[in-house]
């Protein structure tokens, strides 16, 4: 693989001025890292584009290389700069953006897809646990009874995408149904609660909330705590109309978006 030299263009007398000047309140490691992200956002510091090492770069900035590492590792968790080991600092590649109808079920990995990337799952928990007001209050049983807890981490291309929670009621089933969900690989959960637990899904109930990411959700996301999710909430219902599966699925908001197709008027 051809090496790539870092960049020669990166205007570091606008870098200097940019931190220099910014609000005293500000700390040296956010002022570095603002002054980062908006050469990134002008277009001055390219996508894909290496940065200097930390050693000369730091020099010309007029901090220290603890300063600028600090700030490197807040925009790589940002997914704003990625750091290939052995190679160097570069600014990421910009980030697949998906889309997805709220008025249609459709399977994460097939929205993946279809956008170009590639699902897999970083995490994969089943567990049973005791269902809280929420939950029973969806799955249409008391509070306190059984159900099964699937957590996933949906990844496309190899980075965190959503964190998915999705509950089944166990009722009489749970000797059977949590070994049997066990063997789910993470992929389709209405494939393979259609196929495997014989409860195929007609339709369902969604709710669309912003919310701020937790200490956990944010480590799952690689995002800053606080940063803003799209958490839906959605009921399943099978032919019948009888809850079967209850999901509320965190979503990175900058990489997926959500839409409604709204009918006018017939006349």
Not at 13 to 34: G, H
Not at 85 to 101: D, I
Not at 131 to 151: N, R
Request: include cysteine; hydrophobic fraction near 40%; charged fraction near 25%.
């Amino acid at each position: 693989m051809p090496s790539i030299d870092p960049v020669d263009d990166l205007d570091t007398s606008a870098l200097n001025r940019q931190i220099w000047k910014s609000a005293p309140r500000e700390n040296l490691t956010v002022r570095v890292a603002n002054a980062i992200r908006e050469q990134v956002r002008n277009g001055t510091l390219k996508r894909g584009a290496q940065l200097r090492g930390e050693i000369e770069f730091a020099k010309e900035l007029g901090v220290s290389r603890q300063t600028l590492r600090e700030a490197t590792r807040l925009l790589t968790l940002e997914g704003l700069l990625a750091i290939r080991h052995g190679v160097g600092t570069f600014v990421a590649e910009a980030p697949v953006a998906l889309s997805s109808p709220l008025n249609s079920m459709q399977s994460m990995s097939g929205l993946i897809r279809a956008s170009g990337g590639e699902p897999s799952v970083g995490e994969l928990k089943v567990r049973r646990i005791a269902a809280s007001e929420e939950i029973a209050a969806a799955l249409d049983i008391a509070q306190g009874d059984a159900v099964a807890e699937v957590l996933r981490v949906r990844l496309i291309d190899g980075k965190p995408l959503a964190v998915a929670y999705d509950y089944l009621a166990l009722r009489n089933d749970a000797d059977w149904m949590l070994p049997l969900l066990r063997t789910f690989d993470g992929a389709s959960i209405y494939e393979f609660i259609g196929s495997k637990l014989n409860v195929p899904l007609a339709c369902s109930e969604a709710s669309l909330t912003a919310v701020a990411a937790n200490k956990r959700h944010a480590e799952l996301l690689c995002v800053k705590p606080g940063s803003p999710l799209l958490l839906v909430r959605e009921i399943h219902l099978d032919s019948k109309q009888k809850p079967g599966l209850y999901s509320t699925v965190f979503h990175n908001s900058s990489r997926m978006s959500f839409t409604l197709v709204r009918p006018g008027n017939q006349r």
